[in-house]
Nanobody
């Protein structure tokens, strides 16, 4: 079983910054991709950003130029640096990971961390 633990959410004023962290642990031998999703009240969960093992990244149009995803593969941790935050960025942010435990594919979700941006 894989565990993802997120941290770094909180309340920030519009224009401010936050940095989210997601640490993976447990029965995982390799991680192919780690990413961040978010779900605002009354809306579906959407991709914010993800990063493949080779380093390629993918961002939602709404966060391009403001958010940056990064990974420290040595400690199986992903980060999301969020700058120039807007009230519409308010959501619960979830970490997601895909990988393998030896030859067994697996994926996991974190418990979510709340980001609130005040106007």
């Amino acid at each position: 079983q894989v565990h993802l633990v997120e941290s770094g959410g909180g309340l920030v004023q519009a224009g401010g910054s936050l940095r989210l962290s997601c640490a993976a642990s447990g029965r995982i031998s390799s991680i192919n991709a780690m990413g961040w999703y978010r779900q605002a009240p009354g809306k579906q969960r959407e991709l914010v950003a993800d990063m493949a093992g080779g380093g390629s990244t993918n961002y939602a149009d709404s966060v391009k130029g403001r958010f940056t995803i990064s990974r420290d593969n040595a400690v199986n941790t992903a980060y999301l640096q969020m700058n120039s935050l807007k009230p519409e960025d308010t959501a619960v942010y979830y970490c997601h990971a895909r990988g393998y435990y030896y030859a067994v594919p697996l994926q996991a979700w974190g418990q979510g961390t709340l980001v609130t941006v005040s106007s």
